[in-house]
Structures are given as C-alpha cells and as structure tokens.
C-alpha cells in the first residue's frame, strides 16, 4: 500500500462527496438515456444477488418456523392438560348421572309409576310482525293442517315463549309473555311460592301474588305450575331478577329477542280429576229438591 501525505489524503476526502454525486448524477442521466440498458444492468446484479439475499432469509424463516412450532407446542400442552381435567369431569358426572338414571327406574319400578303422554307438536318459523291487536306477538309460519288450534303452548329450545291466540291458514298468531294482556301462573323452584307472572310490554315481566313471607330469591329457577288446562307444570319460565329492591322480576329463558325455529305443544286438556273431599255437598240444580233419609230421633224399637 503506498504512503499518502497527509495533505493528499485530506484533498482525496473532499473529493470524494463531489465525486459520488457526479457519479450519481451520470447514472441517473444515462438511465433516462437508455433505459433498456439500464434495467439489463439492473437485472444482472439482481440475478447475482439473490442466492446472498436467499442465504440471509433462510436462517430467519427457519428461526419463525421453529419459534412457532414451539409455541404450539406450548399451546397445545396446555389444552391437552385442559381436555384431561374436562374429560374428568365429564366421567365424574357421567357416572353420576348414570346413578342417578338407574336409582329413578328403580323408585318408578317400585312406585308402579305411569309416564305422562308425550304431547304432539308441530314447528315452525318466526315471522315478525307488528300488526295485531298485542303489543307483544309473532307470527309463526307452521302446517296448521297438522292440528294447532288455539291456546297451545309455544316454546322454544329454552323455555316458555308464549300461547296461540289466532289460527289461520297457513300461520299461527302468538302472544308472548312479555305482552300485557299475559297472565301465568309460576312456581319458585327454591323458595317454593306460588306466583302470576305478568307481562308489561318490556323484556322482563313482573312477578306478582307471591308470598310476602317468602319472597322470591335472586337468581332462582321459575317454572310452571299447571294450574292451567293447557299449560302441564314444570315448563321453563325463567329465572328471578332484582332491578330495585322489592321489585322482583323474571328473566325469560327463551330468546324471545332472536325467535327463530320454535314448537306449537298441544298439551290437551288435563286428565286429573280432583276427587270429591269428605263431607262435600254436591251442588243442586234449579228446581231440583235435596232429599235426606229420615231418622226417627227415638231409635229403632
């Protein structure tokens, strides 16, 4: 390497910005003059290039896919140890469930318990429709011809929806119980009241008539108590809600809301017949006269 004066090195450094821009300037020139040259030039270091650009990219995207590979892995532990604890679970309930299934056969076996009649049922499909003389009500768009008639039990997949008030040709008008002019009496599964459910045109509708020695509880279960012909008990209402102290609502289980598939139940008439109470005196007809045996008040002599 030869020696260079310091002087000449200082006047090579200033002439090394201004020769870098003329060389700039001469390729940015000859580019606009011949630009088929230019894009060949470019190409061609391109070309040679991209094997280096190839062997710098390798090792990162094999570090990306090793790195994600692990942290699957990790992932995966973790669900697998979730899936072991819920299929735990799940056998644990299972064979509760099961024990519970055979102890239930074997007090129906020794009770001689008869089932009630599976009731008949047609679905359909919710239409909305804001006509009608109820503030809350849907149409249904069923086989009428199939057998609904009016004052069947509408439910959906969880729970209560409401009643058929008007039958047509090819759709079913129903009154949901969130509608003002709905009246139902509920049980309360927990505190074990009787109470009327009332509709008021909102989302939640009222409980009313319930014992004020034992008030509802928050969050309990509200069913059906089969004090109506048509409605059997043990249907899911809903559950009990507070939103002021003293003020107790339901919450309805079914997604009255987003109605879409739901069942028309014809429960039929109840089959239970109460029988008659000791002592009770059978009413009389108009114009018919109660005839009581005679007794002599001395005996017989």
């Known amino acids: 390497m030869i020696p260079l004066s310091i002087p000449l090195r200082q006047a090579l450094d200033r002439l090394v910005l201004p020769l870098l821009i003329v060389a700039a300037v001469g390729i940015m020139l000859l580019g606009q003059a011949d630009r ?27 570090f990306h896919g090793l790195f994600g590979r692990m942290r699957d892995m990790g992932r995966m532990e973790a669900e697998n140890q979730r899936l072991r604890l819920e299929n735990a679970n799940l056998r644990h309930w299972y064979d509760v469930a099961a024990a519970l299934a055979d102890e239930n056969a074997a007090l129906k076996a020794n009770l001689h318990w008869m089932p ?20 809350r009500s849907v149409l249904v768009a069923a086989n009428v ?7 069947e039990i509408v439910l959906d997949a969880s729970g209560l929806v409401g009643r058929v008030t008007e039958v047509g040709a090819r759709s079913v008008r129903v009154l949901l119980v969130t509608d003002a002019s ?10 074990h009241g009787a109470a009327i459910m009332a509709g008021d045109n909102s989302g939640t509708p009222r409980l009313i008539y319930y014992p004020q020695d034992t008030p509802p509880i928050e969050g309990e279960r509200v069913v059906t108590n089969g004090e109506i012909d048509s409605l059997p008990p043990g249907l899911p209402v809903g559950r009990v809600h507070y939103p002021r102290a003293g003020q ?25 017949v109460a029988p008659d109470a000791p002592g009770r005196v059978p009413l009389l007809r108009p114009g018919s006269i109660l005839s009581v045996p005679f007794q002599s008040p001395l005996g017989r002599g």
């Open 116 to 135: 009630d009649p599976a009731p008949s049922f047609v679905t359909g499909r919710v239409v909305r429709d804001t006509s009608g003389l109820y503030a």
């Open 182 to 191: 709905s009246r139902i009496p509920v049980t309360l599964e927990v505190s």
């Open 145 to 151: 011809d199939a057998g609904i008639h009016k004052d």
């Open 36 to 62: 088929g040259l230019t894009e060949r030039v470019r190409m061609s270091v391109a070309d040679i290039l991209a094997p280096a650009y190839g062997l710098i990219v390798w090792p990162q995207e094999k």
């Open 248 to 272: 107790p609502v339901i919450v309805p289980a079914a997604s009255l809301e987003h109605l879409d598939i739901v069942r028309v139940f014809d429960y039929g008439r109840s089959a239970v």
